[in-house]
């Protein structure tokens, strides 16, 4: 089964990433217009090779997330721009289907000299992209002010001549600023997105990345996320659930906590329990979460992950839903999520150990808050499950890890030069 379309990964990681913070991606989109515009001018692609660059282009700038420079939006760009540069350029090399397009990521913020004499394939590529971003920079910031000439003096160290003349090229056969300028360019955009081409491999490859997306907020979002999805497989494998309904089950649970990338880093990390407002900032990160699935993933996916807070005895939120109106898979969801985030450390708690979460969902089963199936394997298959979650869980913190380990040894020879 199909369970989203290409065009729709797009979208989903774009609105995703808007929640954590809306100007890195609206200057995204308009640099990736940009971008396009001229390698459409230029010629040689087609359309799908076209839509990947839009990809590439709209998500250049991934890595601010994590470098926490957000306040000082130009800042990050000019001041300091290898750090978000490089953790860019990581996430695409390891995590996205377009890995053979990272190095673009990586070289976009170098000058054309240093560019020139350098033997790298794509510097032509990477050339056209930092065009494209200081065309929206300057632009942005001057506004009405703004004129072709600030740009020319840059061109032929900074900038790349041939990314000028093709630049100057588009402009004169279509005034792409202006349309920028108006909104008009997200139309031209949307209809490129559609010949995006992704296999089922690269689809789950994309929505994966969002999960480690959460790092951008919390390593123990990753980790709760990771052993959620690990215990969600296991109790699918001992309920012998069918093929599809398992699919379902892993990416409900690989995306139900998407929505906490809306919420304050503050928040989410605070040393003691929420007040009853902050609380209630946390419980919006459901109705968020469905509100970005909606339209993109199949409907059975997005009502597991609306549920994923529900109880089987109405105690649950955001719609208080009793066992009658849900399905053995959301129910599977809610009681895989609790159990994670029993065995998680909080800042205001420790974690919980085995005997501790197993007498507190015994009792909480027994009372009528969770599936009684899902709960019964999870008793029967304990050791195994552990296991299983502990291997599992370890292997996607390998990758996590590994991705910030690069990124803090990349950004200390940065420093060092």
């Known amino acids: 089964m199909e369970y989203i379309h290409s065009k729709d990964i797009f979208r989903l990681i774009r609105d995703t990433l808007k929640m954590a913070d809306k100007r890195v991606i609206e200057h995204g989109s308009r640099v990736a217009y940009y971008f396009y515009k001229m390698l459409d001018c230029q010629g040689g692609y087609e359309k799908f090779e076209l839509a990947d660059f839009v990809f590439l282009a709209s998500f250049h700038d991934i890595?601010?997330?994590?470098?926490?420079?957000?306040?000082?939006?130009?800042?990050?760009?000019?001041?300091?721009?290898m750090p978000h540069t490089t953790y860019g350029y990581l996430i695409f090399k390891?995590?996205?289907?377009?890995?053979e397009l990272a190095s673009v990521i990586l070289y976009h913020h170098t000058n054309f000299l240093q560019l020139k004499g350098l033997k790298y394939e794509s510097k032509d590529i990477a050339g056209l992209l930092n065009y494209a971003e200081k065309i929206d920079i300057f632009s942005r910031a001057m506004k009405d002010s703004f004129n072709m000439s600030m740009i020319q003096k840059q061109v032929g160290a900074v900038l790349d001549p041939s990314a000028h003349d093709?630049?100057?090229?588009?402009?004169?056969?279509?005034?792409?600023?202006?349309?920028?300028k108006s909104g008009e360019y997200l139309e031209e955009l949307e209809e490129i997105i559609d010949y995006m081409i992704f296999t089922n491999e690269d689809k789950k490859k994309s929505l994966e990345m969002l999960m480690f997306c959460l790092g951008f907020r919390s390593e123990k979002a990753v980790v709760d996320t990771a052993r959620c999805i690990s215990i969600t497989e296991m109790l699918g494998s001992k309920l012998a659930l069918k093929q599809k309904e398992r699919e379902e089950l892993y990416y409900g649970s690989l995306l139900h906590d998407i929505g906490m990338l809306a919420i304050p880093k503050g928040i989410i990390e605070a040393p003691r329990k929420l007040s009853p407002e902050e609380y209630a900032k946390v419980k919006m990160h459901v109705h968020l979460a469905e509100r970005v699935l909606n339209d993109q993933m199949a409907k059975e996916v997005v009502e597991i992950v609306a549920t994923h807070h529900e109880r089987c005895d109405g105690s649950g939120y955001p719609r208080g839903l009793t066992a009658k109106q849900m399905n053995r898979n959301q129910e599977i969801l809610q009681f895989s999520d609790t159990v994670s985030a029993m065995m998680g450390e909080r800042s205001y708690r420790e974690s919980m150990d085995g005997r501790e979460i197993m007498d507190q969902l015994k009792a909480e089963a027994v009372s009528g808050k969770f599936n009684k199936y899902a709960a019964?394997?999870?008793?029967?298959?304990?050791?195994?499950?552990?296991?299983?979650?502990?291997?599992?869980?370890?292997?996607?913190l390998v990758t996590y890890r590994k991705l910030n380990q690069q990124y803090v040894q990349a950004s200390k020879k940065f420093k060092e030069k």
Do not use: C
């Open 63 to 81: 890595g601010a997330y994590k470098t926490n420079n957000l306040k000082d939006f130009v800042g990050y760009e000019f001041k300091a721009p």
């Open 94 to 99: 390891h995590l996205s289907p377009l890995k």
């Open 166 to 180: 093709l630049f100057r090229k588009v402009m004169i056969k279509e005034d792409v600023l202006a349309k920028v």
């Open 376 to 396: 019964n394997a999870f008793w029967d298959n304990y050791d195994e499950i552990m296991q299983r979650v502990k291997v599992r869980s370890d292997e996607i």
